[in-house]
């Protein structure tokens, strides 16, 4: 939807990071998604830890 874009590139954007811009805004649309999808915002909470663990550990032990 519209709105579930403009949240991924507000997102993207708010990460300041222009190289993984494109990531991140498919992922903010992704959790805007799921945010209608569910009427929740804790699936996306949880799916936003795990992206960010799976980074943390990919940063320490592949390109740290």
């Known amino acids: ?3 579930s874009t ?4 507000l997102f993207g954007l708010a990460h300041g990071l222009a190289l ?4 991140l805004m498919v992922f903010g649309s992704t959790l805007a998604w ?5 009427d929740s915002a804790i699936p996306g909470m949880f799916v ?5 663990l799976i980074a ?3 940063a320490v ?3 740290g």
């Not at 993984?20 to 990531?23: R, S, T």
Request: a positive charge; hydrophobic letters at 45%.
């Open 48 to 52: 936003h830890a795990t992206f960010n």
């Open 1 to 3: 939807t519209p709105t």
């Open 34 to 38: 799921i945010r209608s999808r569910t």
């Open 61 to 63: 032990t592949i390109g």
């Open 56 to 58: 943390l550990v990919a």
């Open 20 to 23: 993984e811009l494109p990531i």
């Open 6 to 9: 403009i949240a991924g590139v």
